[in-house]
């Protein structure tokens, strides 16, 4: 398996509140994602890194911030926690590997609730 | 932008053979993904098709068709393991972004 931990495993905040979640990676992957899972909506891609200091927005990013200061950490903000980002999220890696160039691997996931 | 098709649901039988289609609308086609995904885990990838035909490993095969943009997973040997939700997912463009469909229930039963 590849080495993505994420943090924390399960949250409950506040609507207003700040929310910083983690990801954190061992595989010095050079592309890192944060992605949301709501029913219905399968997997949706919030925003990605392309490298250190190298991000951009995906399908469903309002509301959300992220930061990659290291290889190995990616990391995604919630400003100002809303009770619709009540999810679950997912952070995933991948590598262009010559066999199965667009493969990613992704961490156990962080349900988050916000009241 | 891309869009992905593939069926909410699906229910088999152990032992059975099942197939999960996938259409999708892309610019900039590199290949075309599955991954499993069981309940409260993490989707885990289960193979690739950047070129036409099948693919197979194990119990698992798919197939591409890029003229039809169109896809499908065949599980053959269904175990009662093998329910989970199943993924398709395209690449597109650069930086490897990749879209997801909302995936597919599989519900093998006894």
């Known amino acids: 398996d590849a080495g993505i931990t994420q943090s924390p495993r399960h949250k409950v905040t506040e609507t207003g509140t700040p929310v910083t979640l983690r990801c954190h990676q061992t595989?010095?992957?050079?592309?890192m994602y944060w992605y949301r899972q709501d029913p219905g909506h399968g997997l949706r891609l919030i925003h990605y890194?392309?490298?250190?200091?190298?991000?951009d927005k995906g399908e469903v990013s309002d509301g959300y911030s992220v930061s990659r200061s290291k290889t190995e950490d990616f990391l995604l903000t919630l400003e100002s926690a809303t009770s619709s980002q009540t999810s679950v999220y997912f952070c995933?890696?991948?590598?262009?590997?010559?066999?199965?160039?667009?493969?990613?691997?992704f961490g156990p996931g962080t349900r988050l609730t916000v009241l | 932008g891309q869009s992905l098709e593939q069926p909410s649901e699906v229910t088999a039988v152990e032992g059975a053979i099942v197939q999960i289609n996938c259409t999708y609308q892309?610019?900039?086609?590199?290949?075309l993904s599955w991954y499993q995904q069981h309940d409260g885990g993490a989707p885990t990838f289960l193979s690739y098709?950047?070129?036409?035909g099948l693919e197979e490993t194990g119990r698992f095969s798919s197939f591409l068709s890029r003229s039809d943009s169109y896809g499908y997973l065949l599980l053959q040997e269904l175990q009662m393991k093998d329910s989970a939700s199943y993924f398709c997912?395209?690449?597109?463009?650069?930086?490897?972004?990749?879209?997801f469909g909302i995936g597919t229930k599989l519900q093998v039963i006894p």
């Open positions: 995933a890696i991948s590598e262009e590997e010559r066999e199965f160039p667009d493969t990613q691997y």
């Open positions: 595989e010095n992957h050079r592309y």
């Open positions: 890194s392309y490298g250190v200091k190298d991000t």
């Open positions: 892309t610019s900039g086609f590199y290949g």
């Open positions: 098709n950047a070129l036409d």
């Open positions: 997912a395209v690449a597109a463009g650069g930086y490897q972004k990749v879209t």
